[in-house]
Every structure is written in structure tokens, then in C-alpha cells.
């Protein structure tokens, strides 16, 4: 019918891409399931992730990102295959995050050692290997 737009038709899970899944939120005050990522609502949760944790990798996305939809699944395993508690957040929901990290494209990604950044990178997607290697390599 007339109205009807495609995105309506659309399962839910084509609509929300990766993010359902790999966002949801755990709670960082608690013993983190570090196995995947951790959605932060704001810095306030960045803050309190690295006040409990020596390795923190940061993806920050926005909704409707393709590229960081696909990231989801490559964060899981970097979760899985490093020290580092993956975490995300959407810079959008709390802008002093754009200024914070001069956030000009997404994904964008930090990593901190000890509550400090030690490296930044954004180039859109990363292979796994090549983000674990990075993670690694800086967390040495």
C-alpha cells in the first residue's frame, strides 16, 4: 500500500544493522562480561570504566554508520583475543566527547592504558587482525 515505506517492512534487525546486538548495555560497575563490548551512555561511564580497568579500547559511532555497524562483530573478537574491556559510545549523546576526541569521522577509536590514551586511529573499517594487532601493540 501507498505509505508504506521499505524501511517499515524491513525486519528489525536490518534496520538496527550490527548495533543490537553488540550495544547493549552492561553494567561497568559490576564484573563486566568483557567477552564483548560495553555500550556508555555519556563520559561519565567512560570515566568509571577506566578508573576499574588497565586496558580500555574505544570505539565512538554514530547510528546509522555502516561501517560501524560492521565493526560490531570485529569488536566482539578483539574483546575475546586482548586484555582490553571493548568499549562503545555514541558521541552524539553527549557532544563533549566530539571535542574531547576532536571526533571528525566514525569509527573512530581510542585506546588508553592506565586511564591515559596512548593511541587513536580512524580510517573506517578495521580487519580483526589488524585491530587486535594494534591493541597489542600499544598495550605492550
Same mark, same amino acid.
Given at each position: ?36 563490548? /560495553? %555500550?556508555? &551512555?555519556? =563520559? ?8 576499574? @580497568?588497565?586496558?580500555? !579500547?574505544? $570505539? ?17 573478537? /578483539? %574483546?575475546? &583475543?586482548? =586484555? ?8 552524539? @549523546?553527549?557532544?563533549? !566527547?566530539? $571535542? ?17 590514551? /596512548? %593511541?587513536?586511529?580512524? =580510517? ?17
Amino acid at each position: 500500500p501507498r505509505g508504506y515505506g521499505t524501511r517499515q517492512a524491513r525486519p528489525a534487525h536490518t534496520r538496527t544493522g550490527l548495533r543490537g546486538v553488540c550495544h547493549e548495555r552492561v553494567d561497568v560497575t559490576d564484573d563486566a562480561d568483557t567477552d564483548r563490548p /560495553v %555500550a556508555l &551512555a555519556d =563520559e561519565d561511564g567512560l570515566e568509571d570504566l577506566l578508573a576499574s @580497568n588497565e586496558y580500555v !579500547l574505544l $570505539e565512538l559511532y554514530t547510528e546509522g554508520c555502516s561501517i560501524c555497524a560492521s565493526m560490531g562483530p570485529v569488536l566482539t573478537n /578483539v %574483546a575475546r &583475543a586482548t =586484555e582490553a574491556v571493548v568499549a562503545t559510545v555514541n558521541p552524539r @549523546n553527549d557532544p563533549p !566527547l566530539v $571535542e574531547r576526541f576532536a571526533v571528525r569521522s566514525v569509527p573512530k577509536f581510542v585506546l588508553f592504558v592506565d586511564g591515559e590514551v /596512548v %593511541a587513536e586511529r580512524a =580510517e573506517g573499517f578495521v580487519p580483526n587482525d589488524d585491530l587486535v594487532a594494534w591493541v597489542e601493540a600499544h598495550a605492550a
